[in-house]
């Protein structure tokens, strides 16, 4: 099931039916608080969500999605018809996988959905469970602990996470992390690398040490504690 979160109704329209005729179960809804009623009372596979609602606004219910542990890994696209890089930066910083500006097509909507559903249902789900100090990360179950204790992340910090375990002592930069982690290749004066790999490192605690700044690089999975 696919939430469409769009104001115009005509917009709305459009891709909820771009979607069925796809094969894709969507509904849509024309403001934030009938979507966050529905979405209490069921998780979908992806939300596609425009900035601009009456009410709760889209970044806002970005914002309170990534705070919740039920919602935190829900893939979400944003849309919206302001192109300022403002935007864009602000929704990629606060989680959102993806970023649509209006006016786009209905197939481009469609292959950005197929894509983000791809990549966060997890490549590899036959993959064996990686460990790396005291972290343990299940790519199947799509479960990360900590001293066994699970912590929750968002769908960018476990795809973060999972690449770092893939390739522990390898030094990535911050385009190469964009590009394998948003698949866009913005090189502009976003902090949306460091903003997640700052919450990765909360959220993993004293483990969070594993994860190396690489002066005048990026970040590296390193040495254990």
């Known amino acids: 099931m696919i939430f469409c979160v769009e104001d115009d109704a005509s917009i709305r329209d459009i891709e ?3 979607l069925h005729s796809t094969g894709f179960q969507a509904r849509g809804f024309a403001d934030g608080e009938s979507f966050w009623k529905a979405l209490e009372q069921e998780l979908p596979s992806l939300v596609v969500l425009d900035v601009m609602l009456p009410g709760i606004d889209g970044v806002t219910l970005l914002r309170r999605m990534r705070s919740t542990p039920r919602t ?6 944003m849309a919206t018809a302001r192109g300022a890089e403002y935007d864009k930066v602000q929704s990629l910083d606060l ?17 950005c959905v197929r894509a983000v559903l791809r990549r966060c249902a997890s490549d590899s789900q036959q993959a064996a469970p990686l ?5 343990v990360l299940d790519p199947q179950a799509r479960v990360v602990t900590v ?21 522990p002592q390898r030094a990535f930069t911050r385009e190469e992390l964009l590009q394998e982690i ?9 902090r949306t ?3 997640h790999i700052r919450t990765l490192r909360q959220k993993l605690g004293a483990c969070g040490a594993y994860i190396e700044t690489v002066r005048n690089v990026g970040y590296r999975l390193g040495g254990q504690t």
């Open 193 to 195: 690398v460091d903003m």
């Open 131 to 135: 460990e790396f100090g005291k972290i």
């Open 16 to 18: 909820v039916y771009a």
């Open 95 to 111: 989680g959102a996988d993806y970023y649509l500006t209006k006016p786009f097509g209905v197939m481009e909507l469609v292959s």
């Open 147 to 167: 001293n066994g204790a699970k912590v929750t992340l968002t769908c960018k910090e476990f795809e973060l996470l999972y690449l770092f375990l893939k390739h």
């Open 182 to 190: 948003w698949e866009t290749e913005y090189y502009g004066e976003t």
């Open 72 to 77: 935190a890994q829900l893939p979400v696209i």
